[in-house]
């Protein structure tokens, strides 16, 4: 039977605030899919570098892409491990004290080794994956990356195997005897919205 959970091992046991870790492919996939970028860490040349980027997932393969001449992808490529943390906030918490302020969230971490990927296949489902999680539908109206454009741009996947979810929801946590105190407490939602889009009507060359 296919495993519906990812395995816990020493890295990615949540050890503070363990009730809030979840290992689940549901909850982790529906905050990768949900999540328009992650941040990728890892050490290059001896220092350590962070990139925001966009990421999509498909089954359990996670994948960023980006020019071919980036400095990280070149350290992925000689087998760096990288770190990636995906996050989404719900929400400010507002507690009765400071200490208990907090933030509502749902976030992934994952550790592992991306690599390029080469079979023209898998290349060309990433492309498709990653317009259709910019605007659905978006790669079939759209003129297909010719050669020049793919040689210029890596795509480089990861296998989900060492993966943790982490969630906060709900109210604030006040000690008992702050309840008692007349300052506003709850959650001021935080969400991510699509706006009326914006046509571009720029002429195209010769109208
Ligand atoms: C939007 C946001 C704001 C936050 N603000 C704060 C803050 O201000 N201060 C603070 O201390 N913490 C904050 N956190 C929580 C923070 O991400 C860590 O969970 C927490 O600091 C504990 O870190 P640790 O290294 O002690 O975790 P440990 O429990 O020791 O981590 C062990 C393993 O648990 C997993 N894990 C830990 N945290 C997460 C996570 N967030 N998501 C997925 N997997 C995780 C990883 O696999 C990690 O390797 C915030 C999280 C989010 C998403």
Redesign the pocket.
């Known amino acids: 039977m296919m495993s519906t959970a990812y395995d816990v091992t020493e890295?990615?046991?949540?050890?503070?605030?363990?009730d809030?870790?979840a290992y689940d492919h549901e909850t982790v996939h529906a905050i990768l899919d949900e999540a328009a970028l992650c941040h990728v860490s890892l050490v290059v040349d001896g220092r350590p570098r962070v990139l925001p980027t966009l990421h999509w997932r498909s089954g359990n393969r996670l994948y960023i892409h980006g020019n071919s001449k980036n400095g990280l992808f070149r350290a992925m490529r000689d087998g760096a491990e990288a770190a990636v943390?995906v996050?989404?906030?719900d929400g400010w918490v507002l507690a009765r004290s400071a200490f208990h302020h907090?933030?509502n969230?749902?976030?992934?971490?994952a550790?592992g080794r991306f690599e390029e990927v080469t079979d023209p296949d898998e290349l060309m489902a990433a492309y498709r994956a990653m317009m259709d999680k910019i605007h659905p539908g978006r790669w079939d109206q759209v003129r297909w990356p010719n050669e020049v454009e793919l040689k210029q741009t890596s795509m480089m996947a990861m296998d989900l195997v060492?993966?943790?979810?982490?969630v906060?929801s709900g109210p604030p946590v006040d000690d008992a005897e702050d309840y008692a105190l007349s300052v506003w407490a709850g959650i001021v939602p935080l969400e991510m919205v699509k706006g009326e889009p914006i046509e571009d009507t720029a002429p195209h060359p010769g109208q």
Not at 11 to 18: D, E, M, P
Not at 105 to 109: E, F, I, L
């Open positions: 890295t990615t046991r949540v050890k503070r605030l363990a809030r870790g943390a996050t989404l906030m907090s933030v969230y749902r976030s992934v971490m550790v060492e993966v943790s979810a982490k906060r």
